[in-house]
């Protein structure tokens, strides 16, 4: 028998070619798992929307078992990104993660085996970390006083209705997150995160994670044109555009790997209307055919994240979206979404145009009518019913998302005005107004404490249910009650007769030939409209067009193999036309991202067409303007032509030598056309800005003068474009903010 003496420090054997101490995975572009298993910390590094699902799919979440409980494990700390939004999407959306964590994780469950007295931590700069515990405190309560409930438009008595229920799914009080979140300041400084993990700022976006002698770096920036990846594959639909039908988009929820979450997209006369903007947005809207162009508006219902995160697709056009919502719905919204990228509400309005809705009221909107009725939820929350009048009277669309199942109602009613909780008449008129009859209903049969069950809806006289935002099977009782609507699936309630393309077409070449006479349109529309498959080719690089395209639906993506660039068209734009008119082959290869539905012109009828209504000139005039904005990040994607050459009307020129200093009032935009210049952002760094890409974009968003110093590196010639015709364009003002965050986070070292 050997002894052994366990009292003797033996030294810890160092790690051989197979041991790690430190592990970093890519999960997603832009996204890292590092995990120190040693000392239990595994960081999640870059959180866009959806990243649990990613995890989850990577196979690091897995459900164990300790002690007879069945439970996830995953990430215990978020190491956010330096800038708030990248590739047009949310680049930091912790909301669902600490939720995974302390519920799914079990970390704030009392006797539960992952609750080791351990916060989560979060790990970023000052600017981001205050505004991330900002958006998870307003994503778990909305509104959190009767002040501001009263200041959305609600009296006094309803307002302390609403204060008491919240309070009650607050479980009594609304707390900081910092109650339940750890935080840790990262800069250029090495900081520890816990137990001899250090992380330290190389860099924007560029970060090293070491634990004793071994280290790894994560780089977290996109680059331009990319955007985060959605977790689930998702197949190609060609869907109609009819006179009032429900097109559904997603039946998952925040957990579902393989379905988007729960929303809907109302089709009326052909215009289509979203109901919520969840993850993965432009994943969704292009594998339906539909370009975000396409658009009308957005019905909100709710501010959290699987209903919330695609708002920044929506904030990629040319022109503002309808925002519909009501007042306490939209102050929420808003609230959470500047907490997040730190302006003031007030600018939620250059994205969006808002339109409020009156709650228990039947709003007309273009001939449809939209009912909005209060659901009980810990943010503020509407259902809708939807309906159109049609040769059988009205037909009728309710979309329940996010409801509470009616046990858990029952279980808040108290009678005693002072406690948290509902009133029994409360509870009465939710479920009246929850079993309204409809065409068609979709219901939320999430369950838990926050979420709906079918089995509520067993006695409900609607024609036909549809179950959602759940990520597991449905059971042979709630598949009794309702039905799935896999997505891309349609449900017509009122037939259209009309061709909408032909409606549609006809406003757009209104917009582009604005002086032409009807009869003259006729002849551009009297010509087919052509369907492509996705991934098809519509025109090659270098060969002659002898069509001229007019997109009405979809998406199409143009390549440069010699400039190594490329963007995205969308309904409304013309392909090919400038090339037509100057007898030049084609400058990129276009191919469609989507299902595409064009008018397809010959080239000879639209040269003609042009050159006799005299709108020759002011394209020639335009076009090399026109072209090089194509060719730019800023005002490459979806702008279309009308906007270009309002942008080219609006332009000036200036010279700037050699050495020369940059003297900047407020009030234009700088885009560089040849030359380079170089700006300032530290007294010892510099930035080297050149053809394509642009400057002063503070005087836009802000309307300040540039506090920096901007020197010509050789001669220059830039394109000053006003400030108010570029600020008016949502998705140039999304990117400049954007480009801003970045630089501002450059600045700050």
Not at 357 to 365: E, G, S
Not at 564 to 583: N, P, Y
Not at 604 to 629: A, Q, T
Request: negative net charge; aromatic residues 10%.
């Amino acid at each position: 028998m050997v002894e052994v003496n366990n009292s003797t420090s033996l030294p810890e054997p160092a790690p051989g070619p197979q041991q790690h101490a430190i592990r970093k995975i890519q999960v997603t572009p832009g996204v890292f798992w590092v995990e120190v298993p040693e000392v239990e910390l595994y960081i999640l590094c870059g959180s866009p929307p959806d990243a649990v699902k990613h995890l989850m799919r990577r196979g690091l979440i897995v459900e164990e078992e300790v002690d007879g409980v069945v439970f996830e494990n995953g990430p215990n700390a978020v190491l956010l990104s330096d800038v708030m939004l990248q590739g047009g999407s949310f680049a930091n959306l912790s909301e669902f993660l600490f939720l995974q964590m302390f519920y799914r994780q079990g970390m704030i469950l009392p006797n539960h085996p992952g609750n080791t007295g351990r916060k989560p931590i979060l790990i970023g700069n000052q600017e981001q970390l205050e505004a991330q515990l900002n958006y998870i405190y307003r994503g778990n309560y909305g509104l959190i006083s009767q002040a501001e409930i009263e200041a959305a438009g609600i009296d006094s008595v309803t307002a302390a209705e609403m204060m008491r229920m919240k309070l009650r799914f607050a479980f009594g009080g609304i707390r900081d997150t910092t109650d339940f979140v750890d935080t840790r300041v990262v800069d250029r400084d090495a900081k520890e995160i816990r137990d001899g993990v250090i992380v330290r700022r190389i860099d924007v976006n560029i970060f090293e994670i070491s634990f004793r002698d071994q280290s790894v770096r994560v780089d977290l920036n996109l680059a331009h044109h990319r955007q985060y990846e959605s977790p689930y594959p998702l197949s190609y639909h060609k869907v109609e555009r009819g006179y009032f039908s429900v097109i559904h988009s997603g039946e998952g929820d925040g957990w579902d790997i393989n379905r988007p979450t729960m929303s809907s997209i109302i089709c009326f006369q052909g215009k289509l209307f979203l109901v919520d903007a969840g993850p993965n947005l432009p994943t969704i809207l292009n594998a339906l055919g539909i370009s975000v162009s396409e658009i009308e508006g957005i019905f909100h219902t709710h501010s959290h994240d699987d209903h919330f995160a695609g708002l920044p697709t929506l904030m990629q056009t040319d022109h503002r979206i309808r925002y519909f919502a009501t007042p306490l719905v939209r102050a929420a919204v808003t609230k959470k979404l500047t907490a997040m990228l730190g302006f003031e509400e007030r600018e939620f309005e250059h994205y969006f145009d808002v339109h409020d809705l009156d709650l228990d009221v039947w709003n007309k909107i273009d001939g449809m009518e939209v009912l909005p009725v209060f659901s009980p939820h810990p943010v503020e929350t509407t259902c809708f019913y939807f309906r159109a009048m049609g040769p059988e009277g009205y037909k009728t669309y309710g979309h329940m998302a996010d409801i509470a199942s009616f046990d858990v109602l029952e279980s808040m009613v108290t009678e005693d005005e002072t406690a948290p909780g509902i009133s029994e008449a409360r509870l009465t008129r939710t479920k009246s107004e929850y079993h309204v009859p409809t065409n068609v209903k979709k219901i939320d049969i999430g369950g838990g404490l926050i979420h709906g069950a079918a089995l509520d809806f067993k006695d409900d006289p609607s024609e036909k249910i549809i179950l959602a935002h759940t990520e597991r099977e449905h059971t042979p009782e709630e598949k009794a009650i309702g039905s799935g609507a896999p997505f891309g699936t349609v449900d017509v309630l009122i037939q259209g007769y009309q061709n909408y393309a032909w409606r549609f077409a006809y406003g757009y070449l209104q917009t582009y030939f604005d002086n032409a006479s009807h009869d003259q349109l006729q002849l551009l529309l009297n010509n087919p409209v052509k369907t492509y498959n996705p991934e098809s080719i519509i025109a090659r690089e270098g060969a002659q067009y002898e069509h001229v395209h007019l997109i009405l639906n979809g998406n199409v993506e143009w390549l440069s193999s010699e400039a190594q660039i490329s963007g995205i068209l969308s309904a409304g734009a013309f392909i090919g036309e400038r090339s037509v008119l100057t007898e030049r082959p084609a400058l990129f290869t276009v191919r469609a991202a989507s299902f595409v539905s064009a008018l397809r012109i010959p080239a000879k009828l639209y040269v003609d067409f042009v050159k006799s209504n005299d709108f020759f000139d002011k394209f020639m005039e335009l076009g090399d303007i026109v072209n090089f904005l194509q060719r730019t990040w800023l005002l490459g994607e979806v702008i279309s032509q009308p906007v270009q050459h309002r942008i080219a009307k609006h332009l000036s020129i200036a010279l700037f030598k050699e050495s020369e200093i940059f003297e900047v009032e407020p009030g234009g935009l700088f885009i560089v056309r040849s030359g380079r210049v170089e700006r300032k952002i530290t007294n010892d760094r510099m930035i080297n800005i050149g053809v394509g890409e642009f400057f002063n974009e503070e005087s836009v968003l802000f309307d300040t003068a540039m506090t920096f110093n901007v020197r010509a590196l050789e001669n220059t010639e830039v394109w000053v474009i006003d400030a108010e015709v570029i600020g008016d364009i949502p998705v140039a003002r999304r990117k400049l903010f954007e480009t801003f965050l970045l630089r501002m986070q450059a600045s700050q070292g």
